[in-house]
Structure formats: C-alpha cells, structure tokens
C-alpha cells in the first residue's frame, strides 16, 4: 500500500491550494479516505473524510471551504481547499482507514502555509 501526498505549498490568506493524494494497494470500497493535519506543537486533527463517493464528512472549522473529492479511476483523493486562513497552516496527511477497523495507512504528509 503507497499512499504519496502533493501540493502544498505557500499561499496568502483567502487563497486556494489543491492536495493530491496517489493512492495505489487498496481495494477502495473497503476504505475510508481521509485527510488529517498537524499545525505546529498541536495533535493531528481529522479534516475530511469519503465514506462513500457521495458521502462526505468534514470538521466544523472546514465546512464550506475544503472539499474532499476522487478521481474516476480510483487513483488519488483530493482536497481542494478555499479561502485559507494562517490557521490552516499544517503538514497535511491523507489516510486509508480500512471499514473493518484495525488498519490504517499514512501518506508522508505535505506542508501548507498561510501567511500574508
């Protein structure tokens, strides 16, 4: 299982970035893709989740501004995130999280800074 991060970056607050995550060993409808994030000195905090290709869940500080979304093929997730704020500022982590419990499976994480 490889799950491999991209596209954070530097932006200025109110703008948009786009992470990719390339997803390769899983069986998809077996897992939960997920986004998670660690700011500076804080514990990692869930962001989004893909319970289904239709069925989404987001924490409260993202609701309206972040998007967790799929290619068709079932390659990669995404999260194309809106109107950033310095407290978006983290290293960014996707996950596979198996419906069964007992495995999940980390991406290397990928940094976003919000700063004017």
């Known amino acids: 299982v490889q799950l491999q991060a991209s596209g954070g970056g530097y932006v200025h607050p109110g703008g948009s970035l786009r992470l990719s995550c390339a997803v390769s060993g899983i069986t998809w409808n077996l897992y939960v893709m997920k986004w998670y994030r660690q700011a500076p000195g804080k514990e990692r905090e869930f962001v989004a989740a893909m319970i289904t290709a239709r069925n989404t869940n987001y924490a409260d500080f993202v609701k309206g501004r972040f998007t967790i979304s799929r290619d068709s093929a079932k390659t990669a997730v995404y999260l194309q995130m809106n109107s950033l704020e310095p407290e978006d500022t983290a290293v960014y982590y996707c996950?596979?999280?198996?419906?069964?419990?007992?495995?999940?499976?980390w991406g290397q994480g990928t940094l976003v800074t919000v700063s004017s």
């Open positions: 996950n596979a999280h198996f419906r069964g419990g007992g495995r999940d499976y």
